[in-house]
């Protein structure tokens, strides 16, 4: 069994920053990409970054003002967020491919998410 556990979600102002933090835990034999994903009111739930062992990919609306990491000795994905929008406000999930053994292909997996907030 395999969890993700976001935090570092909360409240900030326009302008400001905040560090999402995702710790995978469990039977992983390896983890294939680990991403962001988020969901505002109302809206379907899209794509913010993603980091694998070729790079990392970033949604148009978070390019140059987010930054995707990746520890692998903590199995942690974080999460930079930086210049913050009202329009960013959204829960933000954590995804992953991880694979818990070498015989089978990599499962996906969902942290529950942590909301985020941008207000004045």
């Known amino acids: 069994q395999v969890q993700l556990v976001e935090s570092g979600g909360g409240l900030v ?3 400001g920053s905040l ?3 995702c710790a995978a ?11 962001w994903y988020r969901q505002a009111p109302g809206k379907e ?4 970054a993603t980091i694998t062992n070729d790079g990392m990919t970033y ?3 978070v390019k140059g003002r987010f930054t995707i990491s990746r520890d692998n ?3 942690t994905v974080y ?3 930086n210049s913050l929008k009202p329009e960013d406000t959204a829960v933000y999930y954590c ?3 991880i694979r818990y053994s070498v015989l089978f292909s990599p499962n996906e997996y969902w942290g529950k998410g942590t909301p985020v907030t941008i207000s004045s």
């Open 95 to 97: 995804n992953a491919l």
């Open 45 to 48: 739930r899209e794509l913010v």
């Open 59 to 61: 949604a148009d609306p």
């Open 13 to 15: 102002q326009p302008g």
């Open 19 to 21: 560090r999402l933090a």
């Open 25 to 35: 835990s469990g039977s992983i034999f390896s983890i294939n990409a680990m991403g």
């Open 73 to 75: 000795a903590k199995n």
């Open 79 to 81: 999460l930079q967020m």
